[in-house]
């Protein structure tokens, strides 16, 4: 069992056509049949959507995103029309409001991994495989890969679990030179946020994006990088300076709050059939600084100066 702790109730705004709400965001189509996507500051784990919010999550998500988006473009197009607030929305969507193109998503998270941890970690474990991906001999919890790998997955809806699936998968399910596309362009867009992130000191360890199709000016379709993207919530990012294989990394990312629902602390059992707790408050405080400090680190500029944009 998992989901929502507390489905929220959508916002409704004139003009715009509530489509769906996810773990973090929530979708609306406008008059013009563009996309509008509000980052909530929910926050999930376990497949639950927790009852707590993080302050200010929703807007380092999607102020993250754009910077990315940016350093990216010369890449791959990205699915953003505009930043502006619809008309008649309520003030709290500023910040966290993108109006998108309307795309044909692949139903494939692009998943790139360029150290070994989670899921990976405990199939390689098992197989010394990963998507099955051979690997060496050797490697434990850190370990830097050979190379970056592409490791699908198929994508869950809410309250479900992405399940890690093969190369030639996919590439049955979207078709080869689809797959092939989708490979190269997840390899690329990881190999130049890995460096960018290494620069400011952080570990990229692993990331997932996802992808659409929009027409071409020449009667064919383009690929297009969609949804958000390098974020704590989609990235796994450590602290450069501390890195140290053979046990878990320190993060910039939730795993913070994955570490105290296990605990003792929590008195929840992730295999029972209660919904997860509240945060505390000192969880929470700690959470939203750790996604800021992974803004302010990979930005080079700190939130409060970017607040006030």
């Known amino acids: 069992m998992s989901g929502f702790v507390e489905k929220p109730e959508p916002v409704q705004v004139p003009g715009l056509i509530h489509l769906h709400t996810g773990k973090v965001r929530d ?10 996507m509000v980052a909530s500051d929910r926050i999930s784990a376990y497949d639950w959507v927790l009852p707590t919010e993080i302050p200010d999550k929703g807007r380092v998500l999607t102020q993250l995103s754009l910077w990315w988006f940016d350093q990216l473009a010369d890449l ?25 193109r309307s795309l044909r998503m692949v139903p494939v998270e692009c998943v790139a991994r ?6 990976g970690l405990a199939e390689y474990d098992a197989t010394r495989t990963v998507c099955g991906i051979g690997l060496p001999e050797g490697l434990v919890d850190g370990s830097e890969l050979p190379a970056p790998i592409f490791t699908p997955a198929t994508k869950a809806a809410v309250g479900d679990h992405d399940e890690n699936v093969s190369y030639e998968r996919v590439a049955r399910e979207v078709g080869a030179e689809t797959a092939s596309v989708l490979r190269r362009t997840t390899l690329d867009v990881y190999g130049r946020a890995r460096d960018i992130a290494r620069e400011r000191g952080i570990i990229l360890a692993d990331t997932k994006f996802e992808f659409g199709f929009a027409p071409s000016g020449d009667g064919g379709e383009e690929l297009i990088i969609a949804d958000e993207v390098l974020t704590p919530d989609s990235s796994r990012f450590w602290p450069a300076g501390s890195w140290e294989p053979g046990k878990a990394q320190p993060s910039y990312d939730k795993q913070f709050v994955r570490d105290w629902l296990t605990s003792p602390a929590s008195g929840w059992d992730r295999h029972g059939e209660l919904p997860p707790p509240a945060l505390p408050q000192e969880i929470v405080d700690a959470t939203r600084a750790k996604y800021l400090d992974a803004y302010e680190h990979l930005t080079g500029v700190s939130w409060e100066a970017a607040a006030r944009r």
């Open 76 to 100: 791959v197009p990205n699915h953003v029309l505009s930043t502006d607030l619809p008309a008649g929305a309520p003030a709290d969507w500023a910040g966290r409001t993108l109006v998108c």
């Open 27 to 36: 979708l609306y189509r406008n008059e013009a049949g563009d996309l509008v």
């Open 114 to 119: 360029g150290y070994l941890t989670g899921s």
